[in-house]
């Protein structure tokens, strides 16, 4: 008997592994991939036309962003548009349509032309399992044909531990490239990679990190957003740009450098909120932030007049922060930290 409880403890513990949480890659609110030629993503407004599927090597940067959805043949999808981060108002376009059966573990793509749809990704696939694909340019990086699941590891990303899926089609001329998924996230490269520029064009890409992910397109994913949360960021992007001499290191989506030139930066700071408000001595200040940063908070009378000042470290999301301020006449003031500004009522 037990013998008997020992195997059934173990089969418990074995199904509760294989039972784990599926990361769906379609967030409902946002979904944005940031990729990198040699700019550095930054985010952008859109409008949308039919993309033109890239057919050579280009130094231009920009996001494939999901935005709002559409429903055909009984499905619903989120159309995908591309945002370049130069040249100016309307290059941006509609790439296609992407959906997601949870379920099942599968995303399906379909493109602009409206042709029928693939299956992109298929997450219940097991080691020894085969997906086929069909490559907009046939021959290349990857080849038309079956890839074989050779193996599935866990991989830490920023949104916590995803699966890792490794594929590679055995029929295609040596050398034959492993093909790469993270669940939730996609290809490392571009996350319709079958549409995707189909080759390997070296520049000396990302030979300082040896962490197996395949960086060979130009189209390369620094960084995935679900509403405005950092899920995945690849450190190693920003090495390489690094190296490059003319970009600065940051864990953030919100920062680019174009071609050496001046570096814009996105307020790290959504909102200030004060609890209670008014105060006495001291109040709680809540401060949304987007990205770790270092700030001044300043608190200024009716005048305009810094009567106070402290220094706060901020991570991403909620931050909370206890403020004394007994020093203060009663009286109304505000708190401001870079573009963030609130009203504070002090009484006695």
Same mark, same amino acid.
């Given at each position: 008997?037990?013998?008997?409880?020992?195997?059934?403890?173990?089969?418990?513990?074995? +199904?509760?592994?294989? *039972?784990?949480?599926?990361?769906?890659?379609?967030?409902?609110?946002?979904?944005?991939?940031?990729? !990198?030629?040699?700019?550095?993503? !930054?985010?952008?407004?859109?409008?949308?036309?039919?993309?033109?599927?890239?057919?050579?090597?280009?130094?231009?940067?920009?996001? +494939?962003?999901?935005?709002?959805?559409?429903?055909?043949?009984?499905?619903?999808?989120?159309?995908?548009?591309?945002?370049?981060?130069?040249?100016?108002?309307?290059?941006?376009?509609?790439?296609?349509?992407?959906?997601?059966?949870?379920?099942?573990?599968?995303?399906?793509?379909?493109?602009?032309?409206? @042709?029928?749809?693939?299956?992109?990704?298929?997450?219940?696939?097991?080691?020894?399992?085969?997906?086929?694909?069909?490559?907009?340019?046939?021959?290349?990086?990857?080849?038309?044909?079956?890839?074989?699941?050779?193996?599935? @590891?866990?991989?830490?990303?920023?949104?916590?531990?995803?699966?890792?899926?490794?594929?590679?089609?055995?029929?295609? &001329?040596?050398?034959?490239?492993?093909?790469?998924?993270?669940?939730?996230?996609?290809?490392?490269?571009?996350?319709? %990679?079958?549409?995707?520029?189909? *080759?390997?064009?070296?520049?000396?890409? %990302?030979?300082?990190?040896?962490?197996?992910?395949?960086?060979?397109?130009?189209?390369?994913?620094?960084?995935?957003? /679900?509403?405005?949360?950092?899920?995945?960021?690849?450190?190693?992007?920003? /090495?390489?740009?690094?190296?490059?001499?003319?970009?600065?290191?940051?864990?953030?989506?919100?920062?680019?450098?174009?071609?050496?030139?001046?570096?814009?930066?996105? =307020?790290?700071?959504?909102?200030?909120?004060?609890?209670?408000?008014?105060?006495?001595?001291?109040?709680?200040?809540?401060?949304?932030?987007?990205?770790? *940063?270092?700030?001044?908070?300043?608190?200024?009378?009716?005048?305009?007049?810094?009567?106070?000042? /402290? &220094?706060?470290?901020?991570?991403?999301?909620?931050?909370?922060?206890?403020?004394?301020? =007994?020093?203060?006449?009663?009286?109304?003031?505000?708190?401001?930290?870079?573009?963030?500004?609130?009203?504070? !009522?002090?009484?006695?």
């Amino acid at each position: 008997m037990k013998k008997f409880c020992v195997i059934l403890t173990l089969c418990l513990l074995c +199904a509760t592994v294989n *039972a784990q949480s599926y990361y769906p890659m379609l967030d409902s609110v946002s979904n944005v991939w940031h990729h !990198v030629g040699n700019v550095i993503p !930054v985010r952008t407004n859109a409008t949308a036309t039919n993309c033109f599927y890239p057919s050579q090597f280009s130094f231009f940067g920009y996001t +494939a962003e999901t935005s709002g959805d559409t429903s055909m043949n009984g499905l619903t999808y989120y159309k995908l548009e591309e945002h370049p981060y130069i040249g100016g108002a309307g290059s941006e376009c509609l790439f296609g349509f992407m959906r997601e059966d949870t379920a099942a573990q599968q995303v399906y793509f379909m493109d602009n032309q409206f @042709s029928p749809e693939v299956l992109l990704y298929d997450f219940s696939l097991q080691v020894g399992d085969s997906i086929y694909y069909d490559f907009l340019q046939s021959s290349g990086y990857y080849y038309d044909g079956y890839f074989k699941v050779d193996s599935i @590891s866990v991989m830490t990303i920023t949104g916590g531990p995803r699966r890792v899926f490794y594929l590679r089609n055995y029929a295609a &001329p040596l050398p034959a490239y492993p093909l790469m998924w993270i669940e939730g996230v996609g290809h490392p490269g571009h996350v319709v %990679f079958t549409y995707s520029e189909n *080759a390997s064009w070296g520049f000396g890409w %990302f030979t300082s990190c040896n962490d197996g992910i395949p960086r060979d397109f130009f189209q390369t994913l620094t960084c995935f957003e /679900q509403s405005n949360q950092n899920i995945y960021f690849d450190t190693c992007a920003y /090495q390489q740009a690094q190296l490059w001499g003319c970009f600065f290191f940051e864990d953030s989506c919100t920062y680019y450098n174009l071609f050496c030139g001046s570096v814009q930066e996105i =307020s790290a700071i959504y909102q200030l909120n004060i609890s209670p408000n008014p105060v006495k001595d001291e109040f709680r200040l809540s401060v949304e932030a987007a990205r770790p *940063a270092g700030t001044e908070l300043k608190i200024t009378d009716l005048s305009g007049k810094v009567v106070k000042k /402290q &220094p706060l470290m901020l991570h991403p999301g909620t931050n909370e922060h206890t403020i004394n301020c =007994s020093e203060l006449r009663a009286g109304i003031y505000f708190l401001e930290a870079e573009n963030a500004r609130s009203k504070l !009522v002090k009484v006695e």
